[in-house]
Protein backbone atom coordinates (compact mmCIF):
# COMPACT_ATOMS: atom_id res chain seq x y z
CA UNK A 1 0.00 0.00 0.00
CA UNK A 2 2.85 2.43 1.10
CA UNK A 3 4.60 1.22 -2.04
CA UNK A 4 1.86 2.49 -4.40
CA UNK A 5 1.31 5.74 -2.84
CA UNK A 6 4.88 6.44 -3.18
CA UNK A 7 4.47 5.74 -7.19
CA UNK A 8 1.36 7.51 -6.96
CA UNK A 9 3.27 9.97 -5.72
CA UNK A 10 6.30 10.20 -8.28
CA UNK A 11 3.86 9.92 -10.71
CA UNK A 12 2.65 12.80 -9.62
CA UNK A 13 5.43 14.81 -9.73
CA UNK A 14 6.11 13.52 -13.21
CA UNK A 15 2.91 15.02 -14.25
CA UNK A 16 3.60 18.58 -12.60
CA UNK A 17 7.02 18.75 -13.85
CA UNK A 18 5.55 17.76 -17.48
CA UNK A 19 3.10 20.65 -16.94
CA UNK A 20 5.74 23.35 -16.93
CA UNK A 21 6.34 22.37 -20.23
CA UNK A 22 3.51 24.35 -21.40
CA UNK A 23 0.83 22.33 -23.16
CA UNK A 24 -1.85 24.83 -23.17
CA UNK A 25 -0.93 28.29 -25.11
CA UNK A 26 -3.77 30.82 -25.86
CA UNK A 27 -3.32 33.48 -28.48
CA UNK A 28 -4.60 35.20 -31.42
CA UNK A 29 -3.37 34.31 -34.78
CA UNK A 30 -1.94 30.76 -35.59
CA UNK A 31 -1.78 27.70 -32.98
CA UNK A 32 0.20 24.08 -33.20
CA UNK A 33 -0.50 21.45 -30.82
CA UNK A 34 2.15 18.63 -31.09
CA UNK A 35 3.75 15.48 -29.34
CA UNK A 36 7.34 17.24 -30.26
CA UNK A 37 8.59 20.59 -29.05
CA UNK A 38 10.60 21.03 -32.25
CA UNK A 39 7.82 20.01 -34.48
CA UNK A 40 5.53 22.80 -33.21
CA UNK A 41 8.52 25.15 -33.44
CA UNK A 42 8.66 24.18 -37.32
CA UNK A 43 5.10 25.00 -37.68
CA UNK A 44 5.10 28.56 -36.02
CA UNK A 45 8.20 29.19 -37.55
CA UNK A 46 6.49 28.30 -41.08
CA UNK A 47 3.50 30.17 -39.78
CA UNK A 48 5.39 33.27 -38.93
CA UNK A 49 7.29 33.53 -42.66
CA UNK A 50 3.74 33.75 -43.99
CA UNK A 51 2.95 29.88 -44.37
CA UNK A 52 -0.64 28.64 -43.93
CA UNK A 53 -1.84 25.95 -41.74
CA UNK A 54 -1.22 23.06 -44.33
CA UNK A 55 2.42 24.55 -44.96
CA UNK A 56 3.01 24.49 -41.17
CA UNK A 57 1.35 21.05 -40.61
CA UNK A 58 3.57 19.30 -42.88
CA UNK A 59 6.64 21.09 -41.57
CA UNK A 60 5.75 19.56 -38.28
CA UNK A 61 5.00 16.52 -39.18
CA UNK A 62 8.34 16.45 -41.35
CA UNK A 63 10.05 16.97 -37.60
CA UNK A 64 7.61 14.33 -35.98
CA UNK A 65 9.23 11.88 -38.46
CA UNK A 66 12.77 12.86 -36.87
CA UNK A 67 11.71 12.93 -33.71
CA UNK A 68 9.51 10.54 -33.21
CA UNK A 69 10.04 7.99 -35.66
CA UNK A 70 8.73 5.48 -34.48
CA UNK A 71 5.29 6.12 -34.61
CA UNK A 72 5.40 8.15 -37.86
CA UNK A 73 6.97 9.27 -40.67
CA UNK A 74 7.47 9.08 -44.50
CA UNK A 75 7.63 5.33 -44.73
CA UNK A 76 4.21 5.46 -44.00
CA UNK A 77 0.51 7.18 -44.05
CA UNK A 78 -2.08 8.97 -42.61
CA UNK A 79 -5.32 10.96 -43.02
CA UNK A 80 -5.48 14.87 -42.91
CA UNK A 81 -8.58 16.84 -42.33
CA UNK A 82 -8.48 20.40 -43.42
CA UNK A 83 -10.90 23.63 -43.06
CA UNK A 84 -10.88 25.68 -45.86
CA UNK A 85 -11.72 29.32 -44.33
CA UNK A 86 -11.94 30.77 -47.47
CA UNK A 87 -14.35 28.02 -49.00
CA UNK A 88 -15.96 27.51 -45.83
CA UNK A 89 -15.85 23.71 -46.16
CA UNK A 90 -13.92 20.72 -44.87
CA UNK A 91 -11.53 18.22 -46.67
CA UNK A 92 -10.39 14.74 -46.24
CA UNK A 93 -7.32 13.54 -47.60
CA UNK A 94 -6.47 9.87 -47.52
CA UNK A 95 -3.03 8.76 -47.95
CA UNK A 96 -3.12 5.26 -46.36
CA UNK A 97 -0.62 2.59 -47.18
CA UNK A 98 -1.66 0.54 -50.37
CA UNK A 99 -1.37 -3.18 -50.72
CA UNK A 100 0.87 -4.29 -53.89
CA UNK A 101 -0.42 -5.53 -56.90
CA UNK A 102 0.78 -9.39 -55.34
CA UNK A 103 -1.64 -9.11 -52.50
CA UNK A 104 -4.47 -11.31 -51.76
CA UNK A 105 -6.83 -12.66 -49.24
CA UNK A 106 -4.52 -15.00 -47.84
CA UNK A 107 -0.92 -13.30 -47.96
CA UNK A 108 -0.92 -13.71 -43.38
CA UNK A 109 -2.37 -17.44 -43.85
CA UNK A 110 0.14 -20.30 -43.47
CA UNK A 111 -1.37 -23.53 -44.05
CA UNK A 112 -4.66 -22.09 -44.31
CA UNK A 113 -4.58 -20.35 -40.73
CA UNK A 114 -4.39 -17.00 -39.94
CA UNK A 115 -0.61 -16.68 -38.77
CA UNK A 116 0.09 -14.66 -35.79
CA UNK A 117 0.05 -11.30 -36.25
CA UNK A 118 3.91 -10.93 -34.00
CA UNK A 119 5.14 -13.06 -36.86
CA UNK A 120 3.96 -10.73 -39.41
CA UNK A 121 4.63 -7.87 -38.50
CA UNK A 122 8.64 -7.43 -38.81
CA UNK A 123 8.27 -8.63 -42.37
CA UNK A 124 8.59 -7.34 -45.98
CA UNK A 125 4.95 -8.32 -46.65
CA UNK A 126 3.49 -6.41 -43.50
CA UNK A 127 4.75 -3.01 -45.73
CA UNK A 128 1.96 -1.17 -47.61
CA UNK A 129 3.13 1.19 -50.37
CA UNK A 130 3.79 4.35 -48.27
CA UNK A 131 1.70 7.35 -48.68
CA UNK A 132 3.10 10.22 -46.44
CA UNK A 133 5.46 11.96 -49.45
CA UNK A 134 2.25 11.57 -51.67
CA UNK A 135 -0.34 12.90 -49.14
CA UNK A 136 2.03 16.25 -48.24
CA UNK A 137 2.69 17.24 -52.07
CA UNK A 138 -1.44 16.86 -52.85
CA UNK A 139 -1.86 18.75 -49.47
CA UNK A 140 0.88 21.78 -50.59
CA UNK A 141 0.11 21.59 -54.18
CA UNK A 142 -3.63 22.14 -53.98
CA UNK A 143 -3.99 23.81 -50.55
CA UNK A 144 -0.21 24.93 -49.54
CA UNK A 145 1.30 27.94 -50.58
CA UNK A 146 4.97 26.42 -50.00
CA UNK A 147 6.77 23.73 -51.69
CA UNK A 148 9.23 20.93 -50.18
CA UNK A 149 12.10 23.21 -49.94
CA UNK A 150 10.40 25.32 -47.88
CA UNK A 151 8.65 23.01 -45.54
CA UNK A 152 11.24 20.40 -44.99
CA UNK A 153 13.69 22.70 -43.93
CA UNK A 154 13.57 22.70 -40.29
CA UNK A 155 13.39 18.99 -40.49
CA UNK A 156 16.58 19.17 -42.18
CA UNK A 157 17.87 20.98 -39.62
CA UNK A 158 16.51 19.14 -37.12
CA UNK A 159 17.88 15.71 -38.55
CA UNK A 160 21.30 17.35 -39.52
CA UNK A 161 22.08 18.74 -35.58
CA UNK A 162 20.78 15.68 -33.55
CA UNK A 163 18.70 16.28 -30.63
CA UNK A 164 19.07 14.21 -26.94
CA UNK A 165 17.80 10.70 -27.01
CA UNK A 166 14.82 11.64 -23.99
CA UNK A 167 13.34 8.83 -21.51
CA UNK A 168 10.07 8.44 -23.72
CA UNK A 169 12.21 7.74 -27.15
CA UNK A 170 15.00 5.66 -25.00
CA UNK A 171 11.39 3.32 -24.03
CA UNK A 172 10.18 2.93 -27.38
CA UNK A 173 13.35 2.45 -28.77
CA UNK A 174 13.97 -0.29 -25.78
CA UNK A 175 10.84 -2.11 -26.50
CA UNK A 176 11.89 -2.59 -30.33
CA UNK A 177 14.97 -4.22 -29.70
CA UNK A 178 14.39 -7.45 -30.48
CA UNK A 179 12.69 -6.35 -34.05
CA UNK A 180 15.54 -3.52 -34.58
CA UNK A 181 17.67 -6.67 -34.24
CA UNK A 182 17.02 -8.36 -37.21
CA UNK A 183 17.86 -6.21 -39.53
CA UNK A 184 21.11 -4.22 -40.42
CA UNK A 185 20.39 -0.99 -41.64
CA UNK A 186 18.16 -0.69 -38.08
CA UNK A 187 20.46 -1.79 -35.76
CA UNK A 188 23.07 0.87 -37.27
CA UNK A 189 20.51 3.49 -36.93
CA UNK A 190 18.35 2.62 -33.80
CA UNK A 191 20.91 0.17 -31.45
CA UNK A 192 24.28 0.30 -29.93
CA UNK A 193 26.11 -2.97 -29.55
CA UNK A 194 22.32 -4.14 -29.73
CA UNK A 195 20.50 -2.12 -27.23
CA UNK A 196 18.34 0.71 -27.52
CA UNK A 197 20.21 4.32 -27.50
CA UNK A 198 20.62 5.44 -24.09
CA UNK A 199 19.27 8.55 -22.37
CA UNK A 200 21.15 11.21 -23.37
CA UNK A 201 22.52 10.10 -26.61
CA UNK A 202 23.17 12.70 -28.97
CA UNK A 203 20.90 11.04 -32.14
CA UNK A 204 21.74 12.43 -35.22
CA UNK A 205 19.62 10.93 -38.64
CA UNK A 206 22.07 12.50 -41.50
CA UNK A 207 20.72 9.76 -43.94
CA UNK A 208 17.17 11.10 -43.38
CA UNK A 209 18.36 14.72 -43.88
CA UNK A 210 19.40 13.28 -47.11
CA UNK A 211 16.49 12.16 -48.06
CA UNK A 212 14.02 15.09 -47.55
CA UNK A 213 16.89 16.71 -49.30
CA UNK A 214 16.51 14.35 -52.22
CA UNK A 215 12.38 15.54 -51.84
CA UNK A 216 13.26 19.15 -51.34
CA UNK A 217 15.08 18.97 -55.31
CA UNK A 218 13.06 16.15 -56.83
CA UNK A 219 9.45 17.13 -55.47
CA UNK A 220 6.98 13.55 -54.95
CA UNK A 221 8.38 11.94 -57.69
CA UNK A 222 12.23 12.04 -56.14
CA UNK A 223 10.35 9.20 -53.61
CA UNK A 224 8.01 7.37 -55.93
CA UNK A 225 10.18 6.83 -59.07
CA UNK A 226 14.07 6.22 -59.48
CA UNK A 227 16.68 5.45 -57.10
CA UNK A 228 14.89 6.23 -53.85
CA UNK A 229 12.07 3.95 -55.18
CA UNK A 230 14.27 1.00 -56.27
CA UNK A 231 15.61 1.03 -52.83
CA UNK A 232 12.10 0.82 -51.32
CA UNK A 233 11.45 -2.15 -53.25
CA UNK A 234 14.27 -3.53 -52.91
CA UNK A 235 14.29 -3.39 -48.68
CA UNK A 236 10.64 -5.38 -48.86
CA UNK A 237 11.82 -7.93 -51.27
CA UNK A 238 14.99 -9.01 -49.71
CA UNK A 239 14.80 -7.39 -46.53
CA UNK A 240 18.04 -6.65 -44.68
CA UNK A 241 18.20 -9.05 -42.06
CA UNK A 242 21.68 -9.87 -39.84
CA UNK A 243 22.98 -12.71 -41.08
CA UNK A 244 21.07 -16.04 -39.76
CA UNK A 245 17.00 -14.20 -39.45
CA UNK A 246 14.75 -14.97 -42.33
CA UNK A 247 11.72 -13.40 -42.60
CA UNK A 248 8.54 -13.03 -45.14
CA UNK A 249 9.95 -10.97 -47.96
CA UNK A 250 7.33 -9.20 -50.23
CA UNK A 251 6.96 -8.54 -54.21
CA UNK A 252 6.56 -4.75 -54.29
CA UNK A 253 6.99 -3.62 -57.69
CA UNK A 254 8.32 -0.31 -59.08
CA UNK A 255 4.70 0.02 -60.56
CA UNK A 256 3.32 -0.35 -57.11
CA UNK A 257 5.03 2.82 -55.94
CA UNK A 258 4.61 5.28 -59.32
CA UNK A 259 1.25 4.32 -59.36
CA UNK A 260 0.05 5.12 -56.06
CA UNK A 261 -2.51 7.79 -54.99
CA UNK A 262 -3.77 9.85 -52.50
CA UNK A 263 -7.33 9.78 -52.54
CA UNK A 264 -9.77 13.13 -51.89
CA UNK A 265 -12.71 12.78 -49.97
CA UNK A 266 -15.80 13.76 -48.67
CA UNK A 267 -15.76 13.74 -45.21
CA UNK A 268 -18.08 11.70 -42.60
CA UNK A 269 -20.52 15.14 -41.30
CA UNK A 270 -22.35 14.37 -38.64
CA UNK A 271 -24.21 16.62 -36.02
CA UNK A 272 -24.48 16.48 -32.05
CA UNK A 273 -26.02 18.83 -30.15
CA UNK A 274 -25.98 21.52 -32.65
CA UNK A 275 -22.16 21.27 -33.29
CA UNK A 276 -21.10 19.96 -36.84
CA UNK A 277 -18.87 16.94 -36.33
CA UNK A 278 -16.43 16.33 -39.67
CA UNK A 279 -14.66 13.18 -39.58
CA UNK A 280 -12.21 11.19 -41.38
CA UNK A 281 -14.28 8.89 -43.98
CA UNK A 282 -13.16 5.06 -45.16
CA UNK A 283 -10.93 3.46 -45.20
CA UNK A 284 -10.77 4.79 -41.57
CA UNK A 285 -13.62 3.42 -39.50
CA UNK A 286 -12.90 6.79 -37.38
CA UNK A 287 -15.49 8.95 -38.78
CA UNK A 288 -18.66 6.78 -38.44
CA UNK A 289 -17.62 4.96 -35.10
CA UNK A 290 -17.20 8.45 -33.64
CA UNK A 291 -20.72 9.79 -35.51
CA UNK A 292 -22.33 6.48 -35.04
CA UNK A 293 -21.50 6.92 -31.30
CA UNK A 294 -22.48 10.64 -30.71
CA UNK A 295 -25.97 10.00 -32.57
CA UNK A 296 -26.44 7.37 -29.69
CA UNK A 297 -25.43 9.38 -27.10
CA UNK A 298 -27.77 11.93 -28.42
CA UNK A 299 -30.46 10.01 -26.96
CA UNK A 300 -29.65 10.81 -23.60
CA UNK A 301 -29.81 14.16 -22.02
CA UNK A 302 -26.43 13.61 -20.63
CA UNK A 303 -25.90 16.72 -18.79
CA UNK A 304 -28.25 16.10 -16.29
CA UNK A 305 -27.44 12.44 -15.05
CA UNK A 306 -25.45 11.41 -12.65
CA UNK A 307 -21.35 11.53 -13.73
CA UNK A 308 -21.38 8.10 -13.22
CA UNK A 309 -24.03 7.24 -15.21
CA UNK A 310 -23.44 9.30 -18.23
CA UNK A 311 -20.24 7.60 -18.06
CA UNK A 312 -21.79 4.08 -18.15
CA UNK A 313 -23.48 5.11 -21.24
CA UNK A 314 -20.27 6.19 -22.71
CA UNK A 315 -19.19 2.78 -22.84
CA UNK A 316 -22.05 1.08 -23.44
CA UNK A 317 -22.40 3.29 -26.33
CA UNK A 318 -18.76 2.64 -27.71
CA UNK A 319 -19.51 -1.17 -27.10
CA UNK A 320 -21.74 -1.10 -29.35
CA UNK A 321 -20.37 0.77 -32.18
CA UNK A 322 -17.58 -1.68 -32.14
CA UNK A 323 -19.59 -4.31 -32.73
CA UNK A 324 -20.78 -2.56 -35.94
CA UNK A 325 -17.55 -1.55 -36.82
CA UNK A 326 -15.88 -4.79 -36.56
CA UNK A 327 -18.64 -6.07 -38.40
CA UNK A 328 -19.25 -3.77 -41.09
CA UNK A 329 -16.31 -1.15 -41.80
CA UNK A 330 -13.20 -1.69 -44.36
CA UNK A 331 -11.93 0.19 -47.58
CA UNK A 332 -15.11 1.65 -49.50
CA UNK A 333 -13.45 0.89 -52.36
CA UNK A 334 -14.06 -2.79 -52.61
CA UNK A 335 -16.76 -3.75 -49.93
CA UNK A 336 -20.23 -2.31 -49.75
CA UNK A 337 -20.00 -0.53 -46.49
CA UNK A 338 -23.66 0.46 -45.14
CA UNK A 339 -22.14 3.92 -44.34
CA UNK A 340 -25.72 5.66 -44.69
CA UNK A 341 -27.44 3.32 -42.17
CA UNK A 342 -24.56 2.99 -39.59
CA UNK A 343 -24.14 7.20 -40.18
CA UNK A 344 -28.60 7.32 -39.57
CA UNK A 345 -30.32 9.17 -36.54
CA UNK A 346 -33.38 6.26 -36.65
CA UNK A 347 -30.15 3.70 -36.58
CA UNK A 348 -28.58 5.78 -33.87
CA UNK A 349 -32.15 5.49 -31.86
CA UNK A 350 -32.45 2.06 -32.22
CA UNK A 351 -28.97 0.61 -31.04
CA UNK A 352 -29.65 3.10 -27.74
CA UNK A 353 -32.91 0.83 -26.97
CA UNK A 354 -30.47 -1.70 -26.85
CA UNK A 355 -28.71 0.04 -23.91
CA UNK A 356 -29.94 -0.63 -20.15
CA UNK A 357 -29.56 2.40 -18.37
CA UNK A 358 -28.31 0.61 -14.97
CA UNK A 359 -26.16 -2.14 -15.96
CA UNK A 360 -23.22 -3.50 -18.47
CA UNK A 361 -23.53 -5.36 -21.04
CA UNK A 362 -22.01 -8.95 -19.98
CA UNK A 363 -19.15 -8.87 -22.30
CA UNK A 364 -19.41 -8.85 -26.15
CA UNK A 365 -22.54 -7.79 -28.25
CA UNK A 366 -23.28 -8.74 -31.41
CA UNK A 367 -23.66 -5.52 -34.18
CA UNK A 368 -27.16 -4.03 -35.18
CA UNK A 369 -28.81 -4.71 -38.88
CA UNK A 370 -27.88 -0.77 -40.43
CA UNK A 371 -28.89 -2.07 -43.83
CA UNK A 372 -32.49 -1.48 -42.59
CA UNK A 373 -31.83 2.10 -42.58
CA UNK A 374 -29.72 2.23 -46.48
CA UNK A 375 -32.10 3.69 -48.57
CA UNK A 376 -30.86 1.02 -50.98
CA UNK A 377 -31.89 -2.46 -48.78
CA UNK A 378 -30.83 -4.82 -52.20
CA UNK A 379 -27.61 -4.77 -50.77
CA UNK A 380 -26.51 -8.71 -50.38
CA UNK A 381 -23.69 -8.25 -48.04
CA UNK A 382 -24.66 -8.91 -44.26
CA UNK A 383 -20.93 -9.97 -43.34
CA UNK A 384 -20.28 -11.98 -39.86
CA UNK A 385 -17.65 -10.50 -37.40
CA UNK A 386 -14.46 -12.69 -37.84
CA UNK A 387 -11.55 -13.25 -35.48
CA UNK A 388 -10.07 -9.66 -35.14
CA UNK A 389 -6.11 -9.61 -35.13
CA UNK A 390 -4.64 -7.15 -32.51
CA UNK A 391 -4.70 -3.76 -33.07
CA UNK A 392 -1.91 -1.92 -30.92
CA UNK A 393 -1.55 2.00 -30.00
CA UNK A 394 0.83 4.40 -31.73
CA UNK A 395 1.12 6.71 -34.49
CA UNK A 396 1.16 11.08 -33.38
CA UNK A 397 -1.55 13.48 -33.96
CA UNK A 398 -1.19 17.10 -35.01
CA UNK A 399 -2.59 19.54 -35.39
CA UNK A 400 -2.27 23.52 -36.51
CA UNK A 401 -4.69 26.80 -37.61
CA UNK A 402 -3.51 30.25 -39.00
CA UNK A 403 -4.78 33.39 -39.00
CA UNK A 404 -7.19 33.22 -41.99
CA UNK A 405 -8.70 30.55 -39.94
CA UNK A 406 -7.48 27.61 -41.85
CA UNK A 407 -7.62 24.33 -39.53
CA UNK A 408 -5.41 21.35 -40.18
CA UNK A 409 -6.04 18.16 -38.30
CA UNK A 410 -3.35 15.40 -39.13
CA UNK A 411 -2.71 11.69 -38.30
CA UNK A 412 0.08 9.58 -39.36
CA UNK A 413 1.31 6.61 -38.72
CA UNK A 414 3.75 4.09 -39.42
CA UNK A 415 1.30 1.86 -37.49
CA UNK A 416 3.24 -0.62 -34.94
CA UNK A 417 6.10 0.87 -33.12
CA UNK A 418 8.71 1.32 -35.16
CA UNK A 419 6.33 -0.22 -37.96
CA UNK A 420 7.87 -3.32 -39.60
CA UNK A 421 11.35 -2.40 -38.25
CA UNK A 422 13.09 -2.34 -41.65
CA UNK A 423 14.85 0.89 -42.05
CA UNK A 424 15.73 1.94 -46.03
CA UNK A 425 19.70 0.88 -46.15
CA UNK A 426 20.92 4.63 -46.44
CA UNK A 427 18.15 6.41 -46.62
CA UNK A 428 16.85 7.33 -42.48
CA UNK A 429 13.34 6.16 -42.10
CA UNK A 430 11.78 2.69 -41.40
CA UNK A 431 9.05 1.30 -43.30
CA UNK A 432 5.40 0.77 -41.92
CA UNK A 433 3.80 -2.62 -41.39
CA UNK A 434 0.36 -0.90 -42.24
CA UNK A 435 -0.82 -4.02 -43.83
CA UNK A 436 -1.17 -6.12 -40.39
CA UNK A 437 -4.09 -3.65 -40.26
CA UNK A 438 -6.06 -6.06 -42.61
CA UNK A 439 -8.04 -9.14 -41.08
CA UNK A 440 -5.89 -12.04 -41.21
CA UNK A 441 -8.67 -14.45 -40.98
CA UNK A 442 -10.74 -13.98 -43.65
CA UNK A 443 -14.08 -13.63 -44.98
CA UNK A 444 -13.74 -10.49 -43.89
CA UNK A 445 -14.49 -7.26 -45.20
CA UNK A 446 -11.19 -5.68 -44.40
CA UNK A 447 -9.63 -9.15 -45.67
CA UNK A 448 -6.27 -8.38 -47.56
CA UNK A 449 -6.95 -7.71 -51.12
CA UNK A 450 -4.44 -5.91 -54.33
CA UNK A 451 -4.91 -2.18 -54.62
CA UNK A 452 -7.12 -2.11 -50.79
CA UNK A 453 -6.51 0.18 -47.88
CA UNK A 454 -6.45 -1.69 -45.03
CA UNK A 455 -9.43 -0.12 -41.98
CA UNK A 456 -7.83 2.43 -40.07
CA UNK A 457 -9.19 3.82 -36.57
CA UNK A 458 -7.39 7.25 -37.05
CA UNK A 459 -9.98 10.16 -36.47
CA UNK A 460 -8.67 13.80 -37.08
CA UNK A 461 -11.98 15.36 -36.33
CA UNK A 462 -12.67 19.17 -36.85
CA UNK A 463 -15.97 20.50 -35.33
CA UNK A 464 -18.25 23.76 -36.13
CA UNK A 465 -20.42 25.76 -34.47
CA UNK A 466 -22.86 28.01 -36.19
CA UNK A 467 -20.66 27.22 -39.26
CA UNK A 468 -17.24 28.32 -37.85
CA UNK A 469 -14.66 26.07 -36.30
CA UNK A 470 -15.21 25.70 -32.47
CA UNK A 471 -12.62 23.13 -31.60
CA UNK A 472 -10.37 20.15 -33.25
CA UNK A 473 -8.98 17.13 -32.26
CA UNK A 474 -7.30 13.82 -33.03
CA UNK A 475 -5.19 11.23 -30.90
CA UNK A 476 -2.86 8.32 -31.50
CA UNK A 477 -3.56 4.49 -30.32
CA UNK A 478 -4.80 2.25 -32.78
CA UNK A 479 -8.16 1.47 -31.87
CA UNK A 480 -8.02 3.24 -28.69
CA UNK A 481 -8.25 6.24 -30.91
CA UNK A 482 -11.84 6.22 -31.97
CA UNK A 483 -12.51 6.15 -28.02
CA UNK A 484 -10.23 8.75 -27.05
CA UNK A 485 -11.65 11.54 -29.17
CA UNK A 486 -15.37 10.36 -28.68
CA UNK A 487 -14.79 10.55 -24.60
CA UNK A 488 -12.77 14.29 -25.05
CA UNK A 489 -15.64 15.50 -26.89
CA UNK A 490 -18.53 13.77 -24.36
CA UNK A 491 -15.94 15.70 -21.57
CA UNK A 492 -16.16 18.54 -23.35
CA UNK A 493 -19.61 18.96 -24.62
CA UNK A 494 -21.29 16.93 -21.85
CA UNK A 495 -19.69 16.36 -18.29
CA UNK A 496 -18.91 20.28 -18.44
CA UNK A 497 -14.67 20.29 -18.68
CA UNK A 498 -12.80 22.36 -20.81
CA UNK A 499 -10.63 20.88 -23.65
CA UNK A 500 -8.22 21.31 -21.81
CA UNK A 501 -9.29 18.91 -19.05
CA UNK A 502 -11.04 16.68 -20.63
CA UNK A 503 -7.98 15.92 -22.96
CA UNK A 504 -6.05 15.78 -20.41
CA UNK A 505 -8.21 12.69 -18.16
CA UNK A 506 -8.05 9.71 -17.35
CA UNK A 507 -9.14 7.53 -20.52
CA UNK A 508 -11.69 4.68 -20.37
CA UNK A 509 -11.91 2.78 -23.31
CA UNK A 510 -14.63 0.06 -24.16
CA UNK A 511 -14.25 -1.61 -27.63
CA UNK A 512 -16.45 -4.06 -26.89
CA UNK A 513 -14.89 -6.51 -24.55
CA UNK A 514 -15.45 -8.13 -21.21
CA UNK A 515 -13.37 -5.14 -19.57
CA UNK A 516 -12.88 -1.65 -20.29
CA UNK A 517 -8.94 -1.00 -20.76
CA UNK A 518 -8.21 2.18 -18.23
CA UNK A 519 -4.52 4.01 -17.34
CA UNK A 520 -2.34 2.32 -15.07
CA UNK A 521 -0.65 5.97 -15.20
CA UNK A 522 -3.45 7.55 -13.30
CA UNK A 523 -4.16 4.72 -11.04
CA UNK A 524 -7.90 4.98 -12.10
CA UNK A 525 -8.57 1.32 -11.66
CA UNK A 526 -8.86 2.42 -7.56
CA UNK A 527 -10.47 5.92 -7.85
CA UNK A 528 -13.84 6.47 -6.82
CA UNK A 529 -15.13 7.37 -10.12
CA UNK A 530 -13.91 3.69 -10.79
CA UNK A 531 -16.14 2.62 -7.76
CA UNK A 532 -18.85 4.49 -9.54
CA UNK A 533 -19.03 2.96 -12.58
CA UNK A 534 -18.47 -0.61 -10.98
CA UNK A 535 -21.51 -0.32 -9.22
CA UNK A 536 -22.94 -0.76 -12.95
CA UNK A 537 -21.04 -3.86 -14.01
CA UNK A 538 -18.18 -2.58 -15.72
CA UNK A 539 -14.82 -4.56 -15.13
CA UNK A 540 -11.36 -2.70 -15.50
CA UNK A 541 -8.41 -4.00 -17.64
CA UNK A 542 -4.69 -2.05 -17.45
CA UNK A 543 -2.65 -0.56 -19.61
CA UNK A 544 0.17 2.44 -19.04
CA UNK A 545 -1.26 5.25 -21.16
CA UNK A 546 -3.88 5.59 -23.75
CA UNK A 547 -3.07 7.90 -26.71
CA UNK A 548 -1.74 11.53 -26.39
CA UNK A 549 -4.01 13.59 -27.95
CA UNK A 550 -3.51 17.43 -29.08
CA UNK A 551 -6.68 20.03 -30.02
CA UNK A 552 -6.95 23.80 -30.59
CA UNK A 553 -10.27 25.74 -29.42
CA UNK A 554 -11.28 28.43 -31.13
CA UNK A 555 -12.37 30.95 -27.90
CA UNK A 556 -15.89 32.73 -28.72
CA UNK A 557 -13.91 36.38 -27.82
CA UNK A 558 -11.39 35.28 -31.26
CA UNK A 559 -8.44 34.54 -29.14
CA UNK A 560 -7.51 30.87 -29.94
CA UNK A 561 -5.89 27.71 -27.65
CA UNK A 562 -3.58 25.58 -28.43
CA UNK A 563 -3.52 22.21 -26.46
CA UNK A 564 -1.31 19.75 -25.92
CA UNK A 565 -0.95 16.24 -23.91
CA UNK A 566 0.43 17.11 -20.74
CA UNK A 567 2.05 14.14 -19.36
CA UNK A 568 1.22 10.82 -21.86
CA UNK A 569 4.08 10.16 -24.37
CA UNK A 570 6.55 12.16 -21.85
CA UNK A 571 3.99 15.53 -22.99
CA UNK A 572 3.69 17.47 -26.16
CA UNK A 573 3.73 21.47 -26.81
CA UNK A 574 1.76 23.71 -27.28
CA UNK A 575 2.69 27.31 -29.24
CA UNK A 576 0.40 30.06 -30.67
CA UNK A 577 1.62 33.32 -32.50
CA UNK A 578 0.29 36.76 -31.24
CA UNK A 579 -0.34 36.37 -27.42
N1 LIG B 1 -2.65 1.35 -37.79
C1 LIG B 1 -3.47 2.12 -36.93
C2 LIG B 1 -4.68 2.66 -37.66
O1 LIG B 1 -4.60 2.99 -38.78
C3 LIG B 1 -2.74 3.29 -36.40
C4 LIG B 1 -1.57 2.82 -35.63
C5 LIG B 1 -1.82 2.95 -34.19
O2 LIG B 1 -2.29 3.98 -33.74
O3 LIG B 1 -1.49 1.97 -33.54
O4 LIG B 1 -5.71 2.79 -37.09
Known amino acids: MMQRTAVGLLLLMAAVAAWGR ?7 GGAVATISEPASQAALQILNRGGNAVDAAVAAAAVLGVTDPFSCGIGGGGFMLIYLAKDKRVIALDHRETAPAYFHPAVFQQGGKAMPWEAAVPSGVAVGVPGTVRGWHDALARYGTMDFAQVLKPAIKVAERGFSVGPNFHRINSRNEAKFARFTSTSALYLKDGKALPV ?3 FRNPDLAGTYRLLARQGVRGFYEGPLAAQIVQAV ?7 GEAVLSAQMTLHDLKHYEARLRQPIRSTYRGYEIYGMPLPSSGGIAIAEALNILE ?3 LKALPRAQAEHLYLE ?3 LVFADRNAYVADGEFVDVPGEGLLAKAYAAERARAI ?5 ASGKVGPGDPYLFQNDQSVPLRPQPAALAAEPAHTTHLTVSDREGNVVAYTFTIEDWGGSGIVVPGRGFLLNNEMTDFDFSGPHPNVPEAGKRPRSSMSPT ?3 RQGRPAFTLGSPGGSTIITTVLQTI ?3 LDLGMSLADALAAPRLSQRNGNETQVEKRFGYAASPQAKALAAYGHRWSETDEIGAANAIRFNPDGTVTAISEPVRHGGGSALVQGR
Open 299 to 301: QFD
Open 356 to 360: DLAAA
Open 462 to 464: IVL
Open 200 to 202: GTH
Open 490 to 492: VNH
Open 22 to 28: QPVATGR
Open 317 to 319: TSR
Open 237 to 243: NAPPTQP
